[in-house]
């Protein structure tokens, strides 16, 4: 459900791909990051405004 916006060297910055949606704009987005050999997600605290049919987030 989330597409890259941009990348960076450690992390990278996601967007719902309904953001690219003229018509819902979706602001939902979150980073992820691979510093060392883990892995985490931070997830924004804007939530999707559409229905999320589907997605595992
Ligand atoms: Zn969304």
Same mark, same amino acid.
């Given at each position: 459900?989330? @597409?890259?916006?941009?990348?960076?060297?450690?992390? @990278?910055?996601?967007? $719902?791909?309904?953001?690219?949606?003229?018509?819902? !704009? $979706?602001?939902? !987005?979150?980073?992820?990051?691979?510093?060392?050999?883990?892995?985490?997600?931070?997830?924004?605290?804007?939530?999707?405004?559409?229905?999320?049919?589907?997605?595992?987030?």
């Amino acid at each position: 459900m989330y @597409t890259v916006e941009r990348r960076y060297l450690k992390t @990278t910055n996601w967007v $719902c791909t309904k953001y690219s949606n003229t018509r819902l !704009r $979706c602001p939902a !987005r979150c980073v992820t990051s691979c510093a060392g050999s883990s892995n985490s997600i931070k997830l924004s605290r804007r939530h999707h405004n559409h229905q999320a049919k589907g997605s595992k987030l």
